[in-house]
């Protein structure tokens, strides 16, 4: 079955883990455990370099919170946009997570990610 044929639970239980992982790898700043499950078209598109930079720059993406709530779906075309609220160890608020799931060689991937 196609994401996009899941219902909101089905698609929490692939989702939620994969935002966890995105987090935690975020976090350590490894960016071979950061970009495990992304699709190979989003993977080649990042420039490692550039990647590396905003780990070691922004004070967000390495002092990420485990707490973060789920907040929705959108469904268009062949993907799924899941959205998070997002809040940090270090600075006070919140952000919006957005991840976009869809399929590619028969396993969900992560076609696009980020915080807003």
């Given at each position: 079955?196609?994401?996009?044929?899941?219902?909101?639970?089905?698609?929490?239980?692939?989702?939620?883990?994969?935002w966890a992982?995105?987090?935690?790898?975020?976090?350590?700043?490894?960016?071979?455990e950061f970009v495990k499950n992304f699709s190979q078209s989003l993977a080649f598109g990042l420039n490692q370099m550039e990647?590396?930079?905003?780990?070691?720059?922004?004070?967000?993406?390495?002092?990420?919170?485990?707490?973060?709530?789920?907040?929705?779906t959108i469904r268009r075309g062949e993907h799924v946009t899941v959205l998070y609220r997002q809040r940090s160890t270090k600075r006070e608020g919140e952000w919006l997570g957005r991840l976009v799931l869809g399929d590619?060689?028969?396993?969900?991937?992560?076609?696009?990610?980020?915080?807003?």
């Open positions: 079955m196609k994401i996009i044929e899941k219902s909101d639970e089905e698609i929490l239980e692939i989702a939620n883990p994969l992982d995105l987090v935690k790898w975020s976090n350590a700043g490894k960016y071979g990647v590396g930079k905003q780990f070691a720059k922004s004070e967000l993406t390495r002092n990420l919170s485990e707490d973060y709530d789920f907040l929705g590619e060689d028969g396993e969900v991937k992560i076609f696009g990610a980020s915080i807003f």
